[in-house]
């Protein structure tokens, strides 16, 4: 019969528990360290790509979106405003008043041959020249357009005037025996006493139309400008950010038959008058660059723009508009 005292069950114990102690204290080992610190990474890296996947995602998703919205309002508004080009109110025919009408796209003071050259423009600009002596410069290489015509809106006699603004009051065009060209259009600064034409019943005043002279650029930060000729000076405003070419082609009826038969830049005041349609380029770039570079080329209006290596996402937008106001061409 085999006696334990009470002594030696308590020895027992202890070194029980001093094993049982060792045993949870002795912690992970190397090779699960390093297990674990690898497996931790694969995981981590795996959350960044995602998130860089998403973010490279969604910033193309917003470049994309900004680029399509400038682009198509630049249209949109150039297209609009081409379609109007020699609008002048009641007047449907241009009475010829020069053998040789200049061409002055500046001209500060309106006049009579202004009105057979809706539409005119600048083609490669150096980049250091000034437009009409103004402070803005357009873009080396960009092109510049010009429009003329009429506010769309009468303005009804008695309604007050600015002194500084010229205004244009027309009747339909030369009639039978009307030899004074006076009699039928008149361009004047904003004072009802500089028109006297008169309606069929030759009582009622015709009513004016407001006429204004815009340009269209894009100056050296990129910014599509419109400038224009307002109270006696020119102001501008910037329309869209982020245009990096701006080239206008223009398609010209060299025999009359209402068909271009030759597309690019008018080479003289007859060819500008020739003009019947109009086509626009327009390369417009995301304002943020994006994560990963790219090698990207356009080819427009016999001009290649090339990208390399670059960070920013470009789009081009190109659109034909025939001006519908045939008033810009001389009468017969």
């Keep these: 019969m085999i006696v334990i005292s009470a002594s030696g069950n308590k020895r027992m114990l202890i070194r029980r528990r001093k094993f049982v102690t060792r045993a949870h204290s002795s912690g992970f080992s190397l090779i699960e360290l390093m297990m674990a610190l690898a497996l931790g990474l694969v995981i981590t890296w795996s959350v960044l790509e995602v998130s860089l996947s998403s973010l490279r995602s969604s910033q193309t998703l917003n470049n994309s979106s900004e680029i399509n919205e400038t682009g198509r309002y630049l249209t949109q508004f150039l297209q609009k405003e081409i379609s109007m080009a020699g609008f002048l109110g009641r007047l449907t025919d241009i009475p010829s008043k020069s053998t040789s009408p200049s061409r002055w796209m500046c001209r500060p003071v309106m006049k009579w041959d202004d009105l057979t050259f809706s539409i005119d423009g600048l083609n490669d600009m150096s980049g250091t020249d000034s437009l009409c002596d103004t402070s803005f410069q357009p873009l080396a290489g960009s092109d510049v357009l010009m429009i003329r015509r009429t506010s769309s809106k009468e303005i009804v006699y008695s309604n007050p005037l600015n002194p500084d603004s010229y205004y244009l009051q027309a009747k339909t ?96 005041r007859d060819e500008w008058q020739a003009l019947i349609s109009v086509k626009i380029s327009l390369l417009v770039s995301g304002a943020m660059p994006q994560i990963v570079a790219s090698d990207t080329s356009f080819f427009y209006a016999g001009n290649t723009s090339s990208f390399t290596n670059d960070r920013f996402k470009r789009r081009l937008f190109v659109s034909v508009t025939e001006p519908t106001n045939l008033t810009m061409r001389l009468g017969d």
Excluded: C
């Excluded at 015709?206 to 599509?224: A, E, K, V």
């Design 173 to 268: 065009g030369t009639e039978n025996s009307v030899t004074d060209i006076d009699t039928v259009v008149r361009i004047a600064l904003g004072s009802w006493d500089n028109f006297p034409l008169l309606e069929m019943d030759a009582t009622t005043r015709m009513p004016i139309y407001r006429y204004l002279h815009s340009f269209y650029f894009i100056d050296q930060n990129n910014t599509f400008r419109t400038m224009s000729r307002e109270d006696g000076a020119w102001i501008s405003e910037p329309i869209a950010n982020s245009v990096v070419d701006f080239q206008v082609e223009y398609g010209i009826d060299t025999n009359d038959d209402n068909v271009a038969d030759k597309i690019g830049f008018p080479a003289n």
